[in-house]
């Protein structure tokens, strides 16, 4: 079966420091991959999502890139963390077919200081 | 242009009396529906989805969904709640625009589950 891994589940940085956060997805293989930041335990936000190896398209400007150096890696970084990159970062992925669902990872909770 | 839109911001309702969590969508062409469950610090979990077929459809947990083409709902229910079953919960559609297949879904604000013992 299928399964999503995030890492870690906290991280506490300081305003301007870099950040690392990483995805990976088992027993799958050419998953579509998605990014979403999630603020006060409501709406999501789609950050950034990719059809294949080095593929990343951006939904929305800022402070965050994303890479996919691997066909089930999914990595989110920052170069200089912002007091508003605070947040809980949902990674998740789909198969190819547009009628079966995402399937999302725990989570990553980031509050910057 | 393509949303979901799900009413309430918050459901109350006793446990073993049913439950409905209300949701609307926007959308040219069929759609494609989920419902997700979240609990705190967690992710969304899938619930259940729509595609094509029979209105009715069910998922995990004994939840159910009912589709209404005409009203463009698809509204969450369970027949009797669980104090467990407090959450957050999201409403999504597919989202159809542009080219190719993304797997993009658009997401309703969420609305929150309490069941009172």
């Known amino acids: 079966s299928q399964t999503i891994h995030q890492w870690p589940a906290t991280l506490v940085q300081p305003v301007g420091s870099p950040l690392s956060l990483e995805c990976t997805v088992e027993?799958?293989?050419?998953?579509?991959l998605y990014w979403y930041r999630q603020a006060a335990g409501r709406g999501l936000q789609l950050l950034f999502y990719?059809?294949?190896?080095?593929?990343i398209s951006s939904e929305v400007p800022q402070n965050l890139s994303a890479s996919r150096p691997q066909d089930r890696q999914f990595i989110l970084s920052s170069k200089k963390l912002l007091l508003s990159d605070s947040g809980f970062y949902l990674c998740?992925?789909?198969?190819?077919?547009?009628?079966?669902?995402?399937?999302f990872g725990d989570g990553t909770r980031l509050s910057i200081l | 242009a393509q949303s979901v839109a799900q009413p309430e911001d918050q459901v109350n309702v006793a446990e073993g009396n049913p439950l409905t969590v209300k949701c609307t969508y926007s959308?040219?062409?069929?759609?494609?529906l989920f419902w997700y469950v979240q609990y705190p610090n967690r992710g969304l979990q899938f619930l259940l989805k729509?595609?094509?077929?029979?209105?009715l459809v069910k998922g995990s947990y004994g939840f159910e969904a009912e589709f209404n083409k005409s009203q463009t709902s698809f509204h969450l229910k369970k027949p009797s709640a669980l104090v467990s079953d407090s959450a957050l919960y999201f409403c999504a559609v597919r989202d159809m625009s542009g080219s190719g297949n993304t797997g993009k879904l658009i997401f309703g604000q969420g609305t929150t589950l309490q069941v009172k013992p």
């Open positions: 998740a992925w789909s198969p190819g077919q547009s009628n079966q669902p995402q399937h």
């Open positions: 729509y595609i094509t077929g029979d209105n």
């Open positions: 990719s059809v294949g190896i080095g593929q």
């Open positions: 027993g799958t293989s050419n998953p579509n």
């Open positions: 959308v040219s062409g069929n759609p494609y």
